[in-house]
Each structure stands twice: as C-alpha cells, then as structure tokens.
C-alpha cells in the first residue's frame, strides 16, 4: 500500500509539470457531460470553476498553472480573465494596449482586481516572469518573446501555480478556438449580440455576448450567418 501511494503521488506530479488536469479519482463516476449540463465527479482544487454550459468544453474546469493557448477571437482571453475575475483571481494584462474594458466590466471582470501595462517594448520576458509571480492570471498581448523565453516561462507559470493567458502558444497546456458564429440586430440597423462557439479537444459550447454582458447562447431565427456560413 505505502509503495501505491508513492506511485500515485509521482503521478500527480507529474501530471502538474506537464499542465493536466488531476480529478480526484475517487469522487469522479464518469468522464462525461450529463443531461442539465452538470458533470458527474468534482472538479479538483487545482481548477477554476466554470459554468455549467461550458463543462463540455472544460469538464475538469479550467487549469490554475500553465499556459492556455487561445486561437481565433481575442474575446476569448478577456472572456476567460472575466471567469478568473469572478473567483478573485488578480489579473495583469501585459502588452494589450486595445482590450475593450466596458466589453470587459459587463463580461464580468472585476477592474479592482486588474492591472494593465499596455506596451512591453523591451525585456518582455522579464517583465512577464515578474507579473507570474504577482498574480494570479497573466493575460499575454504583444510581448515579444522567442522559443526558449517561452518555455522558460510555461515551466515559471507551472511551479508558480500562475495562468498564462496568450493567443497561439505553441506547446501550451491547453488549446482553446474560439470562433465568431454570427451576429444579431443587422436588421435593425444595430449589432445587439454576438454569438461565438468555444471549442477544446474535450468538446465545445457556445456563448452570446450582448449589452448586458453575456450568457449561453441559444440559437433562434435572428442569426445572420458570418462567412458565408449559415448558423
């Protein structure tokens, strides 16, 4: 028994360096997304919690330490930062000098909990190794950074228990895409929600944006499709 236990927190070590999700084993009946949009098990405590119409795109949650990789729709960085913001996570955003902060505030980011430094125009991997270790989410902009500066600071954001937010992190410990799906209010002359689908390798899901902030999405017959595409 004490040699099993030894293996199985090597396991879990190891698991953490390489950025995967660990769920306590013992509490999880199955892997999977259930109806109502709940997932049998408990996420562990080395997640952020999301919303239930997210699991089936995060079912374990989303990972405290490591890099997510964002590709498509920079909303989904400031999206996610919100997330983070909502469980009192501190969040810098570095080289990001065009996040739109009022779309921030109502997709739920808390500004007291923010700091911004909009241009990173030398020693950018120094500045982002000091802001891993201040914070708790570090959301990536443009900070010119090269291979070796990158996984230097994935391995400082893994044992720092920090979060790196960027757009196209190669070899980061979770891909995200994000995708515009389409457009409501063209008809009425004005763009009164946006609608975007939120996919992993674990599945995916979909949110709308709108004036009041966000919500899930529900498709209905006021979706003008974007790029040619019918949603």
Same mark, same amino acid.
């Given at each position: ?21 660990? /769920? ?18 408990? /996420? ?21 330490? *490591? ?18 913001? *909502? ?12 996040? *739109? ?15 911004? /430094? ?20 570090? &959301?990536?902009?443009? &900070? ?7 996984? /230097? ?49 674990? *599945? ?28």
């Amino acid at each position: 028994m004490d040699k099993l236990a030894t293996a199985r927190k090597a396991l879990a070590a190891a698991e953490m360096r390489a950025g995967l999700r660990v /769920v306590r084993a013992q509490e999880v009946q199955a892997q999977e997304v259930q109806a109502g949009g709940t997932l049998s098990g408990e /996420v562990a405590s080395d997640a952020f919690s999301v919303p239930s119409h997210l699991v089936a795109a995060l079912p374990h949650g989303l990972i405290r330490r *490591g890099v997510v990789s964002v590709e498509g729709s920079p909303f989904l960085l400031t999206f996610l930062a919100a997330l983070l913001s *909502g469980q009192e996570a501190w969040i810098a955003f570095l080289g990001a000098p065009d996040v *739109g902060w009022a779309c921030a505030e109502r997709l739920g980011l808390d500004m007291g909990r923010v700091v911004a /430094v909009p241009r990173i125009e030398a020693q950018g991997a120094r500045v982002v190794s000091a802001a891993i270790d201040g914070f708790d989410a570090v &959301v990536l902009g443009d &900070v010119s950074l090269d291979a070796r500066e990158r996984r /230097v600071l994935h391995r400082r954001a893994m044992s720092k228990g920090a979060l790196l937010l960027a757009m196209n992190w190669p070899q980061a410990s979770v891909g995200m895409r994000c995708r515009l799906v389409g457009v409501r209010g063209l008809e009425e002359g004005h763009i009164s929600g946006v609608d975007y689908e939120i996919a992993t390798r674990w *599945g995916s899901a979909s949110v709308r944006y709108e004036r009041d902030g966000w919500e899930p999405a529900r498709y209905e017959g006021d979706l003008r499709a974007v790029g040619g595409r019918a949603s």
